[in-house]
């Protein structure tokens, strides 16, 4: 494993989550039992933590195979390194426009809101029509370098 990164949702998404919760379980229990209070909890606790926990589930890796192939592996799509031409990262100020009007529907896109910066690696495959993949990422340039070295 030359790089890995899990993009977990930032803390105070979890803050949030524990407000709403709260406030949502008070609002049924009021002038009632507390079970009406309790369940709500319970239920929507379990909803919020597995809501979390499923936004939270991208991984990134880039592993090396024996035949020295670099191969980068986001959710269940892989990514040899030989296919790629060109590789950048997108910085916070140019992730508006590479996620919206400059974006290419055919493009393979994994982004998240709480992540700033993406890494853009443009492929030159003539059996794969998807131009390039932009990948969100908290080190883009340390995901570029573990990926395509040659180009970083």
């Known amino acids: 494993m030359l790089y890995r990164e899990r993009q977990w949702v930032p803390w105070y998404f979890w803050l949030f989550a524990v407000a709403i919760v709260a406030l949502t379980s008070a609002t049924a229990g009021l002038n009632r039992s507390a079970w009406w209070t309790i369940i709500p909890a319970v239920l929507l606790s379990a909803i919020a933590v597995w809501v979390l ?15 020295g192939t670099r191969w980068l592996t986001v959710k269940d799509a892989q990514l040899p390194n030989d296919v790629v031409s060109r590789s950048i990262t997108v910085p916070k100020s140019a992730r508006r426009n590479a996620l919206g009007p400059q974006l290419d529907p055919a493009a393979f896109l994994v982004s998240h809101a709480w992540v700033d910066e993406h890494a853009m690696m443009v492929l ?17 340039e340390a995901l570029l370098h573990a990926f395509v070295p040659a180009q970083h």
């Open 53 to 67: 926990v499923t936004w939270s589930n991208t991984v990134i890796k880039v592993e090396l195979d024996p035949d």
């Open 124 to 140: 030159n495959d003539p059996e794969d029509d998807t131009p390039y993949w932009l990948i969100a990422s908290k080190n883009p």
